[in-house]
């Protein structure tokens, strides 16, 4: 029997991934814009920068999750691939100006601008996001990876990003709230803003996704998203550097 390659699932397939994934979307943002209030408003009343940081993340996550909503909002899977490099494009730009003002307000705060107070609600929030967060970065990256969408696994990095900058926060708060160390809050936004850098190269340098064996019919439902799952591997040996969906 021969195994026939294709650019991703077949056309039935596609549409159910397709919803889903702006429901996600949809998920992303709503979680983001309350987060975003949330940490910014008690950032500033702390005068936390690695807050502040993290509020000003959520915001970037809706600006990529909104770049992906914009281009599965197509129902032509023609232009949804045409929209791919721009969407990433977006994302990549977000991550890079979320690294840019954490590190200029991280050093201005190193050098004696301010020490951040306790926040309660900061840490409530950042060990929230550290519970919600991988679940539905999991969901974003196995629907992305299905469905052979380099930017939507983008957009589950950007998601999974918080999770990583929710334990660094919340480490952060808890280590100047014990002990007193105002130092561990900037540096902690550095570290945010290290791994912005890091995920926004990824994203800009993100090359197509590799081919999958096809889907041996459009009925096949969470079936067919494990034979993706299993035989992703495989497919992904012959990928080349950057293929974001295998990474």
Request: charged letters at 15%.
């Amino acid at each position: 029997m021969t195994t026939t390659l294709t650019l991703g699932p077949s056309p039935g397939r596609r549409a159910v991934l397709a919803r889903r994934v702006r429901w996600l979307v949809a998920a992303t943002i709503t979680y983001n814009l309350s987060e975003a209030v949330v940490a910014i408003t008690a950032g500033t009343i702390a005068s936390s920068g690695a807050l502040v940081a993290f509020g000003l993340d959520s915001v970037i996550e809706v600006a990529s999750a909104a770049a992906i909503a914009w281009q599965f909002s197509a129902r032509d899977p023609t232009v949804v691939e045409q929209r791919e490099k721009r969407a990433l494009r977006i994302i990549a730009v977000s991550f890079f100006a979320l690294a840019a003002y954490v590190t200029a307000d991280s050093v201005r705060t190193l050098l004696g601008s301010g020490d951040a107070e306790h926040s309660t609600p900061g840490l409530v929030l950042a060990a929230l996001s550290l519970a919600i967060m991988p679940a539905l970065s999991y969901a974003q990256r196995r629907t992305g990876r299905e469905l052979r969408s380099a930017s939507a696994v983008a957009d589950s990095k950007q998601t999974l990003l918080c999770t990583y900058l929710s334990a660094v926060l919340l480490v952060g708060l808890a280590v100047n709230s014990l002990l007193g160390w105002a130092w561990a809050d900037p540096i902690a936004a550095l570290i945010i803003a290290a791994v912005a850098v890091k995920e926004g190269r990824e994203a800009w340098l993100g090359n197509a996704c590799c081919a999958l064996p096809a889907a041996a019919d459009d009925t096949a439902g969470d079936a067919t998203a494990q034979r993706a799952d299993t035989t992703e591997k495989s497919a992904c040996t012959s990928c080349g550097p950057g293929c974001a969906c295998c990474s």
